[in-house]
């Protein structure tokens, strides 16, 4: 699956790859990818999307709605073009406010992306670019 692994972060595409041991709300997901020099994934390929399916794992990813309701936007600011979405969603449903992206354990199915409320405990993927200037 992975090209080159190091300590944790495993290397695909000009990009490190770190996933968490633990669970944590979306914040704090968001907290520990930004201490580590990166942040949440950001899914700006169908073959990161392919990548993101290899690790088999249920995971927060660096999208929300929390600014806008309905207005889907990557941690580092860029819109949602290509989405992944599952079926139904994004959805916010039963008056439960879902502004956190994840990725659900449907790992046969390219579309596997699922809104949820932002405090629920999911482990986490950190997405670190690789450049030549660090
Ligand atoms: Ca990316
Ligand atoms: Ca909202
Ligand atoms: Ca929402
Ligand atoms: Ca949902």
Redesign the pocket.
């Known amino acids: 699956m992975a090209e080159y692994s190091h300590h944790g972060w495993v290397y695909f595409n000009d990009s490190f790859y770190y996933i968490s041991a633990w669970g944590n709300s979306w914040q704090d997901s968001r907290e520990d990818c930004l201490q580590r020099g990166a942040d949440l994934v950001i899914i700006n390929s169908k073959e990161e999307q392919e990548f993101m399916r290899q690790f088999k794992k249920h995971v927060w990813i660096g999208l929300t ?2 600014e806008t ?1 309905g207005v889907w936007e990557w941690v580092d600011g860029t819109p949602l073009t290509t989405s992944y979405w599952d079926a139904n969603e994004p959805n ?1 449903h039963e008056g439960i ?1 879902e ?1 956190c992206g994840e990725i659900k354990l449907h790992y046969d199915d390219e579309n596997n992306w699922n809104d949820v409320s932002c405090t629920v405990q999911n482990i986490w993927i950190c997405e670190k670019k690789f450049t030549l200037t660090q």
Request: net charge negative; hydrophobic share 0%.
């Open positions: 709605d929390r309701e916010s406010d502004d």
